[in-house]
């Protein structure tokens, strides 16, 4: 199987810190990882230098078998814009389009026509159709956030980057937010990589990766919400920080 994304020696630092210290980590098409770890270890930074929105201190990012690292900041952000999704805690759509605007936005972004009969498929295969003509303050938390998944998946990314995706919503929101991501997965194809501070959450995902102080400190395959929490719960006792 291809990799969606590859991590090679990732180095990150800040001034005195170091907030990824030599991470290297594989992510194979139509896969669906977590990425946890105590607060400060290091989750967030991965996300964004694997994602083309911030640049490694050293080490080499590669997406879809292109290295992004190797790109200037202009050819990072086309790439990012033609080759990779985003699902973001805070929703991050534009209160003043509609639904359907938003979703199409990253075509435009992109370069390439808005396709609004796509969006309107994708909106329709999610359950948001009757939605589409609303401005996303008229919709629920869950509602938006599913907005911002078809939103990610409308330019076909080679990979899905969801930033604490449920972390503003209530339990039966999160639920639907990530069965669907799941979908993305089994139905649509995609590869998801996703940080949470969430062990429900995590246990959607096929395996869990754990970060600790800026490292890999292990992994989790099938997980269940108990056994990560259980595994997290250590992490945090080695690192002194809480979880
Ligand atoms: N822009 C920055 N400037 C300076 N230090 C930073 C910056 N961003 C992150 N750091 C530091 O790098 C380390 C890793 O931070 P990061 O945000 O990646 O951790 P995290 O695991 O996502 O934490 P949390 O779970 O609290 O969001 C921390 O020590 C943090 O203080």
């Known amino acids: 199987m291809a990799d969606a994304v590859r991590l090679e020696e990732l180095r990150k630092t ?5 907030a990824l210290d030599g991470v290297s980590a594989a992510f194979a098409d139509g896969t669906f990882t977590a990425i946890m770890g105590p607060s400060g270890s290091g989750k967030s930074t991965l996300l964004q230098c694997a994602a083309g929105l911030d640049r490694p201190t050293s080490g080499r990012v590669f997406i879809g078998g292109t290295e992004v690292t190797a790109n200037n ?3 990072m952000t086309k790439f990012r814009r033609q080759r990779v999704g985003f699902v973001f805690q805070e929703y991050n759509l534009l209160p003043s389009l ?4 938003n979703v199409v936005l990253p075509l435009r972004l992109a370069g390439r026509r808005a396709n609004h009969s796509r969006g309107r498929e994708l909106l329709r295969s999610l359950g948001l159709d009757k939605h589409r003509n609303n401005l996303p303050d008229q919709l629920s938390g869950g509602q938006r956030q599913r907005v911002a998944v078809a939103r990610a998946l409308l330019t076909e990314p080679a990979v899905i980057f ?3 995706p449920t972390g503003a919503l209530d339990l039966r929101s999160a639920r639907e937010v990530l069965q669907l991501l799941r979908a993305v997965v089994h139905e649509h194809g995609r590869t998801v990589v996703m940080v949470t501070h969430d062990p429900v959450a995590a246990s959607y995902a096929g395996e869990v990766l754990f970060l600790a102080d800026g490292r890999l400190a292990g992994s989790l395959r ?7 929490a259980e595994r997290l719960a250590h992490l945090g006792e080695l690192t002194g920080v809480a979880a």
Do not use: R
């Open 73 to 75: 900041d202009t050819a």
């Open 98 to 101: 509609t639904v359907e605007q």
């Open 162 to 164: 969801a930033d604490e």
């Open 222 to 228: 099938a997980p269940t919400a108990d056994a990560v």
């Open 14 to 18: 800040y001034g005195t810190t170091t």
